[in-house]
């Protein structure tokens, strides 16, 4: 299964996540992760005024283009 699907405290049905989580869920630090969030990175975040938030969705897409040993833009 997925990380994100272990994970109670994560719901089946949210759609996005803030920073923190989304690293947990990733198993990576938040710098990692900032490192790798667009513009500098593949993956897309949403910002929301002053909020930061990363669509489950395409945590997932990342983490198969991981696996795939591709580098692909989600």
Do not use: F, K
Not at 23 to 34: H, K, P, V
Not at 49 to 66: I, N, P, T
């Amino acid at each position: 299964g997925w990380p994100m699907d272990s994970d109670p405290a994560l719901a089946p049905d949210r759609l996005a996540v803030p920073a923190r989580e989304a690293a947990r869920l990733l198993s990576i630090s938040e710098r990692s992760l900032w490192s790798l969030t667009a513009p500098r990175g593949p993956i897309p975040a949403v910002r929301l005024g002053r909020s930061v938030r990363y669509d489950v969705a395409a945590l997932r897409r990342w983490l198969v283009s991981q696996q795939q040993g591709g580098h692909a833009n989600v």
